[in-house]
């Protein structure tokens, strides 16, 4: 019989008593005393009391039923805070704003103390995040893995316009929503080499020897799925180092060389992504991903013994690992040095129930972002990984041989290794090798990553090769993040959206209703004026809400082309400064971006769209026509502040670039209409909203592969045929928006005159133009504008993260949801 446990949810009174109860003897203080800190812990730790319960019901339940469960590996998860959702999922927010009523607090008071959890860098990692969401609320059995940083993508702010960076202390109070579990810690083996030992019928056999260790200790974030009791575990992984050794070192004098020895191996999880362009750099990262997967596997191989026994062959019919990126491609070594050297399973069984158990996600198109890494490297840390790379690579290359025998550069692009220069592994070949399936994130980039980045490979095994767009969870980026319009959905189709994201499709009938169209407008023009008030707060700058909110809000890449937009502005001010009666609609733009600290061209760009900033904002021959702003220090938090105000959306990456995105679903979702090239996901979202609904600009991807490949694109010649473009860069060059300094950004000129412009700002230029044009036009039109952007909410059901899951569960996994149930 099923195991049940009594969930009730508790009266305001009694989530008052809780939340008191957890102010004094969790945070040991009373509440006359209590700091605002305080207030947020007591408030996570009565939460978490719900969570907790029912985590410990989905656990009993997995127990008993024993399901195929999956298991995501990621090196980041863009959690964001956790406290409003948190309540939003267990149906706590009314109660709880009631019970603080009750003794003269605000709720969202509380909630803005939250300190945004510092677990990863985009859109890789806040896929993973919405990915749990969706798992637990569609009651699929689902671990997440990955590791507690304990500092997280750096706090940005800028010195005069330049990016700084300043390290993120995100658990300096604490993190009331993990529960350590040193029960489970993990042992890691590092170092050492492999020695030959043989066997009563002379045969050798490999042994990992001489081996250092220290440990991995699990902490569990806790995910509740929404109007489900089902709760999916984030497990995050801290480096400890062995006690004993230390105590050894230190025993014998060196406290010194004690500590530090102590220190070098608690780095393992001290920063999020270590900059990789030193060597000490790529040690520790390749180090993190190691430790990740072994940790992981662990814990994986762990929990079926304890449900299944030593009956390895049902592995894959009770295990998934779905590899997030080439970061845990690792999994695919790790997972057969288990079940050869520890479960005793033969090469062809392990390779099988191996190959089975695992799948791969591809996020990028660009071949420099390919992971790869020396083997003399991998030699030093994991030799016995080395040495199973190297036969599983001896083994598909034979493999690869007899279906290709004309061999030559097709099975050097196909191994594993490459010996172009020092000997390298590439990872995303190992995780291709080792998946039963890979999965691009769009169609197109599907496409592109079946034609060009793995077209060997998708030859020779093209069922292996699936396209799942990506999604976003609604329950985060419309129900939490923008609750005057999800008030107005709900108005008219009922509350089910929020699971049931294609029930938008009935918003379409409404989309020339008069009605419905003011409550958007008067929505819209609230959420703008939240967002003004916030961006002068943080970087001074006011923004009219009646302007129309440009708003482009993602990592800074070359490729995804916040210098096109800067342009764009540039443009704009110049042309209302030579023609005042120009008829250009009143617009303010807004960035949100982090650089890698170690991205100079990103960092540059960065400088220049401040520079620009302050120009145009204290030019009053501007005034009440552009304004922009770059409110510092992006993040989910702020994220969630500026994609419920936007009017345009920013979607402009050089075509075949992007593999998806998903801002672009966000903003769409929130009633924005997008400005985007035909890249990404941006190809579904025109089929999904209509080609008037959508501003479509710019050269195709096979227009820029066949530029780039013949190098038929030349800046020059369009420099010199378009005076407005030129006239662009030139004020670039001379240094207009960095105070007359023309060898700031000298860079910026050079990568775009004399480099080639390989992301096609200049080729792009006129008709992104032209797209904002159309876009002004359209917005003159209040009501017509206000339709189609009813008609992008309506169109986004498929972009949920609840559809793309259920396709990996159908499509990959091979998941069944369990519903867990409690008494009532």
Known sequence: ???????????????RDRFLHYLRYSCGIEMQFARAADHLEALALAVRESIIDRTILTRATYDEVRPKVVNYLSLEYLLGR??????????????AREAMQLIGLNLDTIIDEEHDAGLGTGGLGRLAACFLDSLATLDYPAYGYGLRYDYGMFRQHFEDGWQV??????????????????????????????????????????RWADWRTFYGVPYDMLVAGYDTLTVSTLRLWTAVAPAEFDFQIFSEGDYVKAVAERDRIES?????????????????RLLQEYFLVACSVRDVVERFRHRHGEAWEM?????????????PALTIAELMRFLIDEAGVKWAAAWELTRASCSYTNHTLLPEALETWPVALMESMIPRHVQIIYEINRRFMESARSQFPEGGNRLRRMSILSEDGDKRFRMANLAMVGSHKVNGVAKLHTELLRTRVASDFAEMWPERFIPITNGITPRRWL???????????????????ATELDRLRELERFADDPKLQDELIAIKRANKSDLSALVEQLCDVRLDPDSIFDVQVKRLHEYKRQLL???????????????????????????????????????????????VAEVVNADPDVAGRIRVAFPPDYRVTLAEKIIPAADISEQISTAGMEASGTGNMKLALNGALTIGTLDGANIEIREAVGHDNIF???????????????????????????????????????????????????????????????????????????????????????RAWTAAAIRNIAAMGYFSSDRAIREYSERIWGLTPVRVKAEE
């Open 696 to 782: 479509v600009f710019g050269l195709t991807a096979d227009q820029v592969e066949e530029r780039l490949a013949t190098g038929s694109h030349n800046p020059w010649k369009l420099y010199s045929a378009d005076p407005e473009l030129a006239a662009v860069i030139d004020a670039i060059r001379d240094g207009v928006f960095t105070g007359g300094d023309a060898t700031l950004l000298r860079g910026i000129w050079s990568a775009l005159m004399e480099h080639g412009d390989r992301y096609m700002h200049l080729a792009d230029f006129r008709s992104y133009i032209e797209a904002h044009h159309q876009a002004e036009e359209l917005y003159a039109d209040r």
């Open 268 to 284: 393992i999880t001290r920063v999020l992504y270590p900059a990789d362009n030193i060597e000490a750099g790529r040690g520790l």
């Open 82 to 95: 956790l406290m409003r959702n948190n309540l939003i999922a267990t149906g706590l927010l009314d109660t």
């Open 315 to 327: 592995f894959p019919d009770k295990v998934a690992f779905q590899l997030n990126d080439t970061h």
């Open 479 to 497: 129900l939490s993040c923008n609750p005057r319009l999800a008030d107005a959905i709900t108005l008219r189709i009922g509350a089910g959206w």
């Open 1 to 15: 019989m099923q195991p049940t446990v009594r969930v009730t949810q508790p009266t305001p009174e009694e989530f």
């Open 165 to 206: 960076e300043h390290a993120d202390d995100w658990l300096a109070e604490g993190n009331a929503w993990e529960v350590e579990r040193p029960d489970l810690a993990v042992r890691v083996m590092i170092g050492g080499h492999i020695d030959w030992d043989r066997d009563e019928f002379g045969g050798h056999h490999p």
């Open 565 to 611: 937009n800067i342009m764009h502005v540039i443009w704009r001010y110049q042309r209302i400064k030579e023609d005042p009666d120009s008829e250009l609609q009143p617009c303010c733009f807004v960035f949100g971006a982090k650089a890698a600290p170690a991205y100079h061209m990103a960092k540059l760009i960065i400088r220049l769209i401040n520079g």
